[in-house]
Nanobody
Framework: QVQLVESGGGLVQAGGSLRLSCAAS????????MGWFRQAPGKEREFVAA????????YYADSVKDRFTISRDNAKNMVYLQMNSLKPEDTAAYYC??????????????????????WGQGTQVTVSS
């Protein structure tokens, strides 16, 4: 069974940091673009960041650029999201996802959730002011 499992969420004060992890099992995603999305209560799910299969190319939402860093370790089948300078508006459930297609480039098209066929259950991040 293919699974993506997020961890690392929690409660943090504004200005603090958290590192989210996404562990893949059941198959390897070393050829797939991986992304992070988030959804706040009462809001639609929104794109946060994406990384291509090699880890050499990344793309970020403007709202998190220069504060968040996405990375991956294909040998461990893991994806990470380092979140610094957290703000209360970053409060949301964060989801890891993998694209249907392999060897795709990342860019503005990576923001569409329809490109992603595999999703985790999410991990909650709460930033207090």
């Amino acid at each position: 069974q293919v699974q993506l499992v997020e961890s690392g969420g929690g409660l943090v004060q504004a200005g603090g940091s958290l590192r989210l992890s996404c562990a893949a099992s059941g198959r390897t995603f070393s050829s797939n673009t991986m992304g992070w999305f988030r959804q706040a209560p009462g809001k639609e799910r929104e794109f946060v960041a994406a990384i291509d299969w090699s880890g050499g190319s990344t793309y970020y939402a403007d709202s998190v650029k220069d504060r968040f860093t996405i990375s991956r370790d294909n040998a461990k089948n893991m994806v990470y999201l380092q979140m610094n300078s957290l703000k209360p508006e970053d409060t949301a459930a964060y989801y890891c996802a993998a694209t249907w297609a392999r060897y795709t480039q990342v860019g503005s098209t990576s923001t569409s959730s329809t490109l992603y066929g595999y999703w985790g259950q999410g991990t909650q991040v709460t930033v207090s002011s």
